[in-house]
């Protein structure tokens, strides 16, 4: 067992290191707010010195700009990436687009991918993904979907409602999960929509907790009678729940890296601030409290480093379904360590931490989301013992 990386891996995740602390920490907060602005200036600069500095998409083959690199590659660079809350999109890494890149990769037919693949890879588009759905549709049970397909001759017919589709306001292209028969296993199919194709609605962004972060708006979508060729089946009519698992296991994992970058700038800027303020007399951190959370999330973050590694290395060895429990594992410790982080920072830094002065207040408002996206907790939790129980989880490797 060798926890190194290899030497060419190790410079790149130095040299994403470097970027994102260098070129983009110091301009995030005016990215951020540029592009609110409607203004992407910034960002596009930060995204051409990425590519010239060949850290561009790396996951991705390299008929598509990338460096051709694996899960495990993209836990050492996505961790760096997540240090910012821009860096992802700098190197075109970030979600959903990344995800949505790699089921494209897998599943889409010529026709997709050189209208909306490429252009998506080249950063020039944004897209969304569209599974979740208002009560009674599909949320943590994707078995209530409730957008219907219905096939046309040689075309395709979808009617539903979607929401909290990140991005989905501003992306050029959808990717749509709909019900097409009723077989539990066989009865859905991925569609790629285009944004502005007739009958696609955005009824409006969805206010929430958090704030707004580039694209990261949650839309909310309706379909009126649009229609779709058969190009835009993604794999085969009925494989959309398979390809949805296939999907989402890597997806989690790379929410999980993002997460834990964040979650490790925030502890250091704890360990800075401590080691400077004085209460009561001496420096917080010599106090047994303060030194009881910086333990408690030193190790959290340590712990979710490892099972994130684990959890690549097992889906790269095994696949999706070897992989399925040890992901939802590592969402659930990745997505509570984030918030607990976040919220023990704030509360290391006093009233500085609660104000607008530092970010935690606006990390943590957004870092709440992790613990219902992509599966709330309880659903994870559910899938962890159930697989315990039938004896197909092991715990010491």
Not at 149 to 165: P, Q, T
Request: charged letters at 25%; proline letters at 5%; glycine letters at 10%.
């Amino acid at each position: 067992m060798h926890f190194g990386l290899p030497p060419e891996l190790e410079r790149l995740r130095r040299a994403v290191r470097t970027f994102v602390d260098e070129r983009v920490i110091p301009v995030e907060d005016a990215v951020l707010a540029e592009y609110a602005g409607g203004d992407d200036q910034r960002l596009r600069l930060l995204q051409a010195e990425a590519r010239a500095q060949g850290l561009w998409l790396p996951h991705l083959p390299r008929d598509l700009g990338g460096r051709g690199l694996g899960t495990m590659a993209m836990v050492a660079l996505f961790r760096e990436m997540g240090r910012s809350l821009a860096g992802p999109r700098a190197f075109n890494c970030d979600a959903p687009d990344q995800g949505n890149m790699d089921l494209l990769v897998r599943a889409a037919k010529p026709a997709v991918r050189e209208r909306w693949l490429k252009p998506l890879c080249e950063g020039e588009i944004t897209s969304a993904f569209c599974m979740t759905e208002p009560a009674p549709g599909a949320g943590a049970d994707p078995s209530n979907l409730a957008t219907r397909a219905v096939r046309d001759g040689d075309e395709w017919v979808i009617d539903g409602h979607k929401w909290y589709s990140t991005g989905g306001g501003t992306a050029a292209f959808l990717i749509v999960m709909a019900r097409t028969g009723d077989d539990p296993r066989a009865g859905a199919t991925m569609f790629v929509v285009d944004r502005h194709a007739p009958g696609v609605e955005h009824v409006r962004d969805v206010p929430t907790m958090g704030p707004d972060v580039l694209h990261h708006r949650e839309a909310e979508l309706k379909f009126h009678g649009v229609r779709v060729d058969g190009d835009a089946v993604l794999g085969q009519p009925g494989e959309g729940f398979k390809l949805a698992q296939e999907r989402l296991v890597p997806a989690r994992l790379t929410h999980c890296m993002r997460w834990l970058g964040l979650a490790d700038r925030a502890l250091g800027m704890c360990r800075n601030y401590v080691a400077r303020r004085n209460s009561f007399g001496r420096p917080l951190a010599e106090h047994q409290q303060v030194q009881a959370m910086i333990a408690r999330n030193a190790a959290a973050i340590h712990a979710g480093d490892l099972m994130t590694f684990h959890c690549a290395w097992r889906y790269e060895e095994a696949g999706t379904r070897a992989a399925q429990a040890y992901s939802s594992m590592t969402k659930n410790h990745v997505a509570q360590a984030l918030c607990q982080v976040l919220d023990d920072a704030i509360q290391m830094h006093g009233g500085l931490g609660f104000s607008d002065d530092l970010p935690f207040g606006r990390w943590y408002r957004m870092a709440r989301a992790a613990r219902i996206a992509d599966g709330p907790d309880e659903v994870h939790t559910a899938v962890i013992a159930r697989e315990f129980l039938a004896d197909r989880l092991h715990l010491l490797l």
